[in-house]
């Protein structure tokens, strides 16, 4: 039993030595924080964002080090991986961004909210006024689904069950009312 403790400590203590042999100094690329945290700014256009952006970056290069093939290409490396990680974080923030027509048909007019900024709000406010345009030009049946569907916040049961048609009939009227306001919206 002590034998087979022993070779893997052997092997777990080589395993550490090749890691710390392979392990990126954080000192060398601290060098070039300031000028990576400029770089970043360039990108996200904020200036506690893009420190964030060169702490990912830095977690990023110290897990994947050991990938790098020339150590004399360092900064290039890392600086590759922080612009990589600001157009990464940038992309996040243009999807939270959007308001997209599914979204507001599915979580509800009322329930779905940007608490942001003036932009945002305004930009939900105008999708919201475009999505009560176009369930105007709807029919009364389609327009009194699409209304307890997502304004009412109905289940698919509870239309049937209110409107006293089938189930299958719910859900078709619905399907039915969102491909015509897609189509609608599509065409104006």
Sequence with gaps: MLQVINITTEVVTIEALAIQETALDIKDVFNYYHEMVYIAKRIVYDYQKAEDVVQDALIKAMR????????DKLKAWFRTIVIRTAIDLKRREKKKEMVSFDALLEQGIEHYYCDDSVEQSVNFHYTCREV???????????????????VEDYSDQQIADALGISLSAAKTRIHRARKQLLDLRETE
Excluded: A, F, G, T
């Excluded at 994947?64 to 020339?70: G, T, V």
């Excluded at 345009?133 to 209304?147: C, H």
């Design 64 to 71: 994947s080090y050991q990938h790098l093939k020339e150590p």
């Design 132 to 150: 009560q345009s176009l369930m105007d030009q709807l029919s009364p049946k389609l327009r009194q689904v699409i209304s307890l569907k997502y």
